[in-house]
Nanobody, 118 residues
């Protein structure tokens, strides 16, 4: 098993930046594909971005492409989400998730709130 703890959320004005972190403990971090999802009030949870085990392959939702960057540091058991040019529609609870099998996210963090004001 792996335990995930997100941090770095907060309130920011539109156009600002935030960096989220997700610290993992438990089994070897590098064996997990990692991803970020988000859930806005009254909406379904949606995929934001994911990164391969080595960090060499990344995918982004169209809504965040060019503004968000996912990265990981396997030595620190941490995955990051750098969010730039934030928009009010980015307001959501952001969740970190881990998958042993590609695309099957069995482990989730508790979430961190991101609020973007106009």
């Amino acid at each position: 098993q792996v335990q995930l703890v997100e941090s770095g959320g907060g309130s920011v004005q539109a156009g600002g930046s935030l960096r989220l972190s997700c610290a993992a403990s438990g089994r070897t971090f590098s064996t997990y594909e990692m991803a970020w999802f988000r859930q806005a009030p009254g909406k379904e949870r949606e995929f934001v971005t994911r990164i391969s085990r080595s960090g060499g392959i990344k995918y982004y939702a169209d809504s965040v492409k060019g503004r968000f960057t996912i990265s990981r540091d396997n030595a620190k058991n941490t995955v990051y989400l750098q969010m730039n040019s934030l928009k009010p529609e980015d307001t959501a609870v952001y969740y970190c998730a881990a998958a042993l099998l590609t695309g099957t996210y069995d482990y989730w963090g508790q979430g961190t709130q991101v609020t973007v004001s106009s």
